[in-house]
């Protein structure tokens, strides 16, 4: 599954235009590399995205990917497509 899909579909962004404007910025990572929005995942890859709101505490977030969806997922099974590891 293609990273902007993932982003948008585990609701980690609220929409998938918002996942590949922050690809292109080059603020979302994989694996501790700067990825493109069609970067496809897979199971246990770590993306790294920053944090929501701009906290200077918490400025990025890590998330590490447990299950890949075949299609839309409800809100609650969202939730346990992946793992939050770290706040930096």
């Known amino acids: ?31 501790g590399h700067v ?9 246990g890859d770590v993306i790294r995205l920053p944090h929501p709101s701009g906290d200077a505490l918490a400025s990025e977030l890590a998330y590490e990917v ?11 099974r969202a939730a346990t497509l992946y793992l939050l590891r770290s706040e930096s």
Request: glycine letters at 6%.
């Open 1 to 31: 599954m293609r990273l902007d899909k993932f982003l948008q579909v585990s609701r980690l962004v609220k929409r998938r235009t918002i996942a590949n404007t922050l690809c292109s910025r080059g603020a979302v990572s994989v694996n």
């Open 35 to 43: 990825a493109k929005a069609g970067k496809m995942l897979a199971v």
């Open 66 to 76: 447990l299950e890949l969806p075949s299609g839309n997922v409800s809100r609650a």
